[in-house]
C-alpha cells in the first residue's frame, strides 16, 4: 500500500533508532521535500508559508487536512507521518481539500502557531492521528473520533548549587543542586497523582558542569503539566512554580466535523467510539484560534505505545482511515457548497 511505503520512506531518513526527525534538523527538512513530492504527484498546487509549513492545494481547497513531519528522539512511524501521509491520500482519491504538513510540533506546536499567527485560517481542519493509547484496541474498534484534547503548559525549573569537589567536600558541607532538583521530581510525581486527570513528567534534565568527580552546580529541567480543563491545570502549574513556555489550552472538537466523521463510521458499520486527547496536536493549536477542527483517531497496537518505536497501527486500520478521511472531505466540501 502506497500510504505504508510512504510511512517507511519517512521512518528511514533520520537513521538510528526508530523515527528521528527532530523540529529544525536536515532529517525534517529531507521529510518535507518528500512530502512536497508527493502533493505535486498528486497534482495539488505547492506553497511553503514563512514558517516552513508545506500547504498542498487541490482545486477545491476549502477543507484543510494534515499533521506534523517532525518527530520526537528515537520516536515511532506514525506519529504525525500518518496525518500528512493519508491526507495527501485523501486529498487526492478525494479531490477536494488542503493538505499540511506543520513543522516542529513535539517541541510546542511551533508551526501550527505561527501560522494562526499570521496565516489565514481555513475553516475547517481535520487531523488524522494514531491514537497513541489503549482506549481503541481495547474497545475493539478501528477508529475512533476525539471529542477534545487536553490542556498542556511547557515550562523550566532552574536549580543552583555549588560546584564543588566530589572526593573532599563533606556531605554536610555540600549544596548539590541535583538533589534539590531530584526533590522537585519527586513532588512533581506527588502534585500530579493528586489531581484526577493530571499528568506531569521531568523529561529533560541538564546537570552542569556535568563531570562524576563535580558536585552538582547548576540543574535545568523541563516540566510538562495535562490536566483536561483549566480548573486542574491552572492549580497544578502554580504550585509547581512552572513559568509556562508553552501553553496549550484545553480545546473541544468542533460539531460540524465531529457529525461528518460520525456519517463516515455509520455509512461503513465502523463501531462509534469518541475519546478525549491527552496528547498535544496541531488541530488544539487551530481549534483555539477559532477553526472548527475534528480530529479521526486510528487504532494503537502494542498496548498504545507511542513516542517509542514499538509505535504499530495495522495497515487495514490505516486505510479505513485514508476512506473515512476522504469521505469525509467530500461530505464537508459539498455541505459547503
Ligand atoms: C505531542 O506529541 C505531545 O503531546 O507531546
Ligand atoms: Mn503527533
Ligand atoms: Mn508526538
Known amino acids: ?35 512536497a513530492g508527493w502533493m505535486r504527484e498528486a ?120 560546584a564543588g569537589h566530589a572526593g573532599t567536600v563533606p556531605m554536610d558541607g555540600r549544596q548539590d543542586a541535583l538533589l534539590a532538583a531530584a526533590e522537585y521530581v519527586l513532588r512533581v510525581r506527588e502534585a500530579a497523582e493528586a489531581v484526577d486527570g493530571a499528568v506531569a513528567t521531568v523529561g529533560e534534565l541538564q546537570v552542569e558542569p556535568g563531570a562524576a568527580n563535580v558536585i552538582p552546580a547548576r540543574v535545568r529541567l523541563s516540566v510538562d503539566i495535562r490536566a483536561p480543563d483549566a480548573e486542574r491545570l491552572e492549580p497544578l502549574v502554580r504550585a509547581l512554580g512552572v513559568t509556562p513556555s508553552f501553553p496549550l489550552e484545553p480545546v473541544e472538537m468542533a460539531a460540524t466535523p465531529r457529525e461528518a466523521l460520525r456519517a463516515e463510521l455509520a455509512v461503513r458499520n465502523l463501531p462509534l467510539v469518541e475519546l478525549v486527547s491527552g496528547a498535544g496536536h496541531d488541530a488544539a493549536v487551530l481549534g483555539a484560534a477559532g477553526v472548527s477542527a475534528g480530529m479521526l483517531f486510528v487504532r494503537s497496537l502494542n498496548g498504545g505505545i507511542s513516542h517509542a518505536p514499538e509505535e504499530l497501527s495495522s495497515p487495514e486500520d490505516i486505510a479505513l482511515a485514508v476512506d473515512v478521511l476522504s469521505g469525509t472531505l467530500t461530505r464537508l466540501a459539498a455541505a459547503t457548497d
Not at 15 to 22: E, P
Not at 61 to 90: M, Q
Request: net charge negative.
Open 43 to 162: 497534482q495539488l498546487e505547492v506553497e511553503v508559508d514563512p514558517a516552513g509549513n508545506l500547504i498542498g492545494r487541490s482545486a477545491d481547497s476549502r477543507i484543510w487536512t494534515g499533521s506534523h513531519l517532525d518527530s520526537v528522539p528515537n520516536g515511532g512511524k506514525f506519529d504525525g507521518a500518518l496525518g500528512v501521509v493519508a491526507g495527501i491520500e485523501a486529498v487526492e482519491r478525494a479531490g477536494v481539500g488542503t493538505v499540511v504538513a506543520f513543522r516542529d510540533e513535539e517541541r510546542g506546536c511551533v508551526g501550527s502557531g505561527a501560522f494562526v499567527e499570521h496565516g489565514l485560517l481555513p475553516e475547517t481542519f481535520l487531523e488524522v492521528h494514531v491514537e497513541q493509547g489503549p482506549v481503541l484496541a481495547r474497545r475493539g474498534a478501528p477508529l475512533g473520533i476525539v471529542t477534545g484534547i487536553v490542556g498542556m503548559v511547557r515550562g523550566e525549573r532552574v536549580f543552583e548549587g555549588e
Open 1 to 35: 500500500m502506497r500510504v505504508l511505503d510512504r510511512l517507511e520512506e519517512l521512518y528511514a531518513i533520520g537513521g538510528g533508532v526508530g523515527a528521528n526527525r527532530v523540529g529544525g534538523s536536515d532529517a525534517e527538512d529531507r521529510a518535507h521535500e518528500l512530502a
